[in-house]
């Protein structure tokens, strides 16, 4: 079993940046893909980023490319997800997904352990 922690989310100014993290306990998931994912206000959960197990792949839905970063620390069994030049539709609960595979893309059913989410608030 993993319990998946996300923090960091928070109030910004448009053109913002936050650095979201997401910390596994129970056990380690060094060995799996890690996803982010979000949910804005009366919209469907959608995919943001994915990282595979050793972090040498990333893969970014077209929206975040290019201002969004996702990385890992294995020895810290922690995500993150850099997000810088935030705008306005970024606005959303924010969640990090394990995967039940050392790769994995943007679809939900590819993940087994979700955790609560963090808020991510981006004013105009």
């Known amino acids: 079993q993993v319990q998946l922690v996300e923090s960091g989310g928070g109030l910004v100014q448009a053109g913002g940046s936050l650095r979201l993290s997401c910390a596994a306990s129970?056990?380690?998931?060094?060995?799996?893909?890690v996803g982010w994912f979000r949910r804005a206000p009366g919209k469907e959960r959608e995919f943001v980023a994915a990282i595979n197990w050793s972090g040498g792949r990333t893969y970014y839905v077209d929206s975040v490319k290019g201002r969004f970063t996702i990385s890992r620390d294995n020895a810290k069994n922690t995500v993150y997800l850099q997000m810088n030049s935030l705008k306005p539709e970024d606005t959303a609960v924010y969640y990090c997904?394990?995967?039940?595979?050392?790769?994995?893309?943007?679809?939900?059913?590819?993940?087994?352990?979700w955790g609560q989410g963090t808020q991510v608030t981006v004013s105009s």
């Open positions: 997904a394990a995967a039940r595979s050392s790769y994995s893309g943007s679809f939900e059913y590819e993940y087994d352990y």
């Open positions: 129970g056990r380690t998931f060094s060995g799996v893909a």
